[in-house]
């Protein structure tokens, strides 16, 4: 059996999924499915003591840190160990994944597939098989789009649940931790390790809605057969009309803060302007017009919509959608002219749950394959039912 340092190792040099490598006690890794003893990667914006964040830029933000994320200590303290810093997409400004100062993760289940981002390091080390668990963060979809392009299971939990100090921003109105793992178990586990609060206890659902799957034909129809011979009632009661209107408000809203807020997050670092990858520096650049009205006006409403929003789940506390609108992208199919259809059709699906706050997991439909990449379901809950998205999650993965 390989050593972690050689799964790391292979994971760098066919994957280039990793930035650093953090020096561990290789007998201290223990395989029993639990945190303690786990070996675990994260994201290069997340803070670990000794060791630089990188960020996946060229740009000096700063010294190497002295103090742990707080998402780290508590990993750490709960026996999990650090042996990696992820690549990424620069300063996670990207759901493709195209633009990092240290290259591009190659996909491990197809590289002709676009892996997503910006947290693309983080799913190829549980992709490739190299890790169990690892940290990504997620503010449109940077966690479950790079699951679901990489076929691996995804989790963002309910903003705000998991503290960020320590961890390099993009736009903090929508960032959320989020964990990448070969089962939801993990994900669990990690989760309760890392909360300011215990969550709410997962409630039993006999309902979810179907109604965003059976617009894609017959993209699902092998999980919603399956659903119709399980113990769930899979109904179409919400209304569609309702969700795409949410869906489409909650876009137009969240482009003016995420432009804002990422503008202000780097205005510090824009005197070096060379050290930026290009597109990135564009999208940077891109906020320095949105005025503080429109930001605030932009904010209201979007507190406001949260509310409003809650009736989606009236009908039934769990919905399913795709995780990626038309599934995964080729990168020979992703050009400059429809690079940003490309990069709107992947976060289609997530961007809504950032900005509404909800907890969301993406659940990809192929499980025993190793090569390959199928669809994903992603399954979706109101804020702070964490722990019943996860059940949901687990009761679907024993249907496939």
Not at 31 to 48: E, H, W, Y
Not at 233 to 248: C, F, G, K, N, P
Not at 260 to 269: G, I, L, M, N, T
Not at 340 to 368: H, K, Q
């Amino acid at each position: 059996m390989s050593t972690i340092s050689d799964r790391l190792s292979h994971a760098q040099q066919e994957f280039n999924a990793v930035i650093s490598t953090i020096s561990f006690n290789e007998d201290a890794v223990d395989s029993a499915p639990t945190l303690r003893g786990l070996p675990i990667a994260f994201k290069d914006i997340v803070d670990i003591a000794g060791v630089p964040t990188t960020c996946g830029t060229n740009v000096d933000t700063g010294p190497v840190p002295t103090k742990n994320a707080t998402v780290a200590q508590r990993l750490m303290d709960a026996g999990a160990i650090p042996v990696a810093k992820a690549n990424l997409q620069e300063f996670s400004y990207g759901i493709l994944g195209d633009a990092s100062a240290y290259g591009r993760v190659i996909n491990p289940r197809d590289p002709q597939v676009c892996g997503g981002g910006s947290s693309s390091g983080s799913a190829a080390l549980v992709a490739s098989g190299a890790l169990e668990l690892t940290v990504g963060s997620d503010s449109a979809g940077s966690v479950r789009v790079p699951a679901a392009s990489q076929g691996v299971l995804g989790f963002k939990p309910t903003t705000g649940t998991i503290p960020l100090d320590g961890v390099f921003p993009f736009a903090p109105s929508f960032d959320c931790i989020g964990f990448f793992a070969t089962s939801i178990e993990l994900i669990e586990q990690a989760l309760l390790a890392t909360v300011n609060e215990e969550p709410t206890p997962a409630e039993n659902v006999a309902t979810m809605d179907i109604s965003a799957l059976t617009t894609k034909g017959e993209r699902f129809a092998g999980l919603l057969s399956a659903l119709q011979d399980s113990t769930f009632a899979a109904v179409e009661r919400l209304d569609y009309s309702q969700l795409e209107s949410t869906i489409a408000t909650t876009a137009k809203l969240y482009a003016p803060m995420r432009l804002k807020e990422a503008y202000d997050v780097h205005q510090p670092y824009l005197d070096q302007r060379d050290k930026y990858q290009g597109v990135i520096l564009e999208r940077v650049l891109g906020g320095q017009d949105i005025t503080q009205a429109d930001y605030d006006a932009a904010a209201q409403q979007v507190q406001t919509l949260r509310t409003k929003a809650l009736t989606l789940v009236d009908a039934s506390p769990i919905i399913l959608t795709p995780t990626l609108d038309a599934g995964p992208i080729r990168w020979d199919d992703i050009t400059a002219e429809n690079t940003a259809d490309s990069a709107a059709s992947l976060r289609r699906w997530t961007e809504p749950f950032n900005v509404l706050g909800w907890p969301a997991i993406t659940v990809p439909l192929r499980t025993t394959e190793t090569t390959g990449v199928g669809d994903a379901v992603q399954v979706i809950g109101k804020p702070g039912q964490d722990l019943t998205v996860l059940r949901v999650a687990r009761e679907i993965q024993a249907l496939l």
